[in-house]
């Protein structure tokens, strides 16, 4: 079974960056599209940012659109989001998941899924 691994999350002040990284074991992730999707406290689960196998990606959250990247690094079999120009209401535990279809806002497309990483914005 593909295992999912997030790392990367922390305390950044606003207007900061961190880049949080989505490794597997054992299977290849460039066989996966791969979608990061956040949860704040309250909050629904919602889709961030996807990419395909093809390498094209897209955001499914207009507030990020400019802000956040995605990207996929395969000789170290990693899937990297990059996020600058933080914002408060950026604050979630963010999460990977993947599944074999075309990249989905939706999290019930996906199969698999990492434990999650913190992300915090305060001043």
């Known amino acids: 079974q593909l295992q999912l691994v997030e790392s990367g999350g922390g305390l950044v002040q606003p207007g900061g960056s961190l880049r949080l990284s989505c490794a597997a074991s054992?299977?290849?992730?460039?066989?996966?599209?791969i979608g990061w999707f956040r949860q704040a406290p309250g909050k629904e689960r919602e889709g961030v940012s996807c990419i395909n196998t093809s390498g094209s990606s897209t955001n499914f959250v207009a507030a990020v659109q400019g802000r956040f990247t995605i990207s996929r690094d395969s000789a170290r079999n990693t899937v990297y989001l990059q996020m600058n120009s933080l914002k408060p209401e950026d604050t979630a535990v963010y999460y990977c998941a993947a599944w074999n279809g075309r990249c989905s806002g939706y999290r019930d497309s996906y199969y698999y899924w990492g434990q999650g990483t913190q992300v915090t914005v305060s001043s």
């Open positions: 054992k299977f290849t992730l460039d066989h996966f599209a």
